[in-house]
């Protein structure tokens, strides 16, 4: 891209943003509302359907009893008719209890019917409006990412929305965590165990609210086994620390743990965030020498090809390479560029929270070139966040800079590290 090109890029995209801008905040504050009115009203219908529900089927099942009483009490009614001081009104009770039991199992039926169709007007509407907040969340985190902040509490109810439908909450989990995976090994102790602590403490949640539903699918299953296993190997694979919730006699109120570990988990990003720029305003280390641009793509390269996957045949092997590539960053962190980086916070709490590469990719690559414009497009922190996407980073300067060097330390990686790292790609 020439510098005129990339200039007419420019400003295209700044009045874009401009444009969009105008319309966006009330766009997005417009489906922020209708989501949390759709939400409140699917919450009232599955409430709905779990406390209701069961009193019609109860019904439902008395009914069918009583007709069968009703049947055994006609036969013998029939061998004891002579015996009868009024068959008349032996008559007059039996058709009014037949029409009883008929009224009972005709309202219930009604009832059920009418509980299901709420509950999946009301499931569909919220599907409607998570989408469209979705959406609009996406714009806004590109075009006016300052804004976010005010839709924090929306953000967080996404997970309580979730669990209005069918295994929803689980298959939420089961992406946050695959899309995670990949950033977890580069995060910090303190962060590690808070966001481990987060994931595992919404399974139980979900399992503790679940374990006594009979509809529960064999994918469902399926899936909470493989989720709670990911995070077990996690787990013992990176030992952040010892977490009570993988106990499965360990019981307590998981909605008010999950807060707590949410908590714990924006305290250790915050303290991250000062170490970081703490270490980076120190400077360099004495008799150090500058990164340069394949050293530094190199150690990301390293740190991304240990970053393991759930096998547990490589685990020995992983767990090994894990301190080498804990040592490998560190060292090359004490010579990068010796600048306060907001930029390369910005791009590691957001991708923590998005779901790379299906969501979120244009806003990554937008974060990706401010921190490149800050840090350089050698940095070691960088490039290390950037490999495991390194196929999607194109279209500016720094960015095709940032490509530039993951591409040769992914083929110097490949030749040095033989048959034992996998690339990511």
Not at 174 to 181: T, Y
Not at 268 to 291: L, V, Y
Request: proline share 4%; glycine share 4%.
């Amino acid at each position: 891209m020439t510098p005129s090109l990339e200039r007419l890029a420019e400003l295209v995209r700044q009045a874009e943003a401009k444009t969009r801008a105008r319309k966006i905040e009330g766009e997005i504050q417009q489906a922020a509302d209708q989501f949390r009115a759709t939400e409140l009203r699917a919450r009232h219908a599955v409430e709905r359907l779990r406390t209701a529900r069961p009193a019609s089927l109860k019904a439902l099942e008395q009914a069918d009893a009583d007709e069968q009483l009703l049947k055994d009490l006609v036969r013998k009614l029939a061998q004891f008719k002579s015996s009868l001081e009024s068959q008349g009104d032996a008559e007059q009770l039996i058709s009014t209890s037949q029409a009883e039991i008929e009224r009972i199992r005709k309202q219930s039926r009604a009832d059920l019917e009418e509980i299901a169709r709420e509950v999946d007007e009301a499931r569909r509407e919220l599907r409607t409006a998570l989408d469209q907040y979705r959406q609009l969340r996406k714009e806004l985190d590109r075009l006016l990412p300052e804004l976010a902040e005010r839709f924090a509490a929306e953000d967080r109810l996404l997970w309580d929305a979730e669990s209005h439908f069918p295994g929803g909450q689980l298959q939420l989990l089961a992406h946050e965590v695959d899309a995670g995976l990949n950033a977890y090994a580069n995060l910090g102790k303190l962060e590690q165990y808070a966001r481990l602590k987060v994931w595992i403490g919404r399974f139980r949640c979900y399992q503790a609210a679940h374990e006594r539903d009979n509809d529960t699918t064999e994918e469902l299953q399926t899936l909470g086994h493989r989720v709670f296993h990911q995070l077990k190997w996690m787990s013992r694979q990176y030992e952040p620390g010892y977490i009570e919730a993988f106990r499965q006699d360990f019981s307590t109120d998981w909605n008010a743990y999950v807060a707590e570990a949410q908590d714990q988990l924006v305290q250790a990003i915050e303290a991250g965030r000062r170490n970081r720029d703490a270490a980076a305003t120190s400077g360099p280390s004495a008799g150090g020498t500058a990164a340069t641009p394949s050293t530094t793509a190199a150690a990301a390269a390293s740190a991304s090809a240990s970053a393991p996957t759930p096998a547990p045949a490589e685990a020995p092997a992983s767990r090994a390479a894990a301190p080498a590539a804990s040592a490998s960053s560190s060292s090359s962190s004490a010579t990068a560029v010796a600048t306060t980086s907001r930029g390369l916070t910005d791009l590691k709490q957001f991708m923590t929270r998005a779901h790379l590469p299906e969501e979120g990719l244009d806003r990554f690559l937008d974060l990706l070139d401010r921190a490149a414009a800050e840090t350089g497009s050698n940095d070691v922190d960088l490039l290390r966040l950037a490999y495991p996407y390194r196929r999607y980073i194109a279209g500016a300067p720094r960015l095709d800079a940032i490509r530039r060097n993951l591409d040769r330390a992914h083929a110097g990686n490949g030749a040095s590290s033989g048959s034992r790292h996998a690339s990511p790609n």
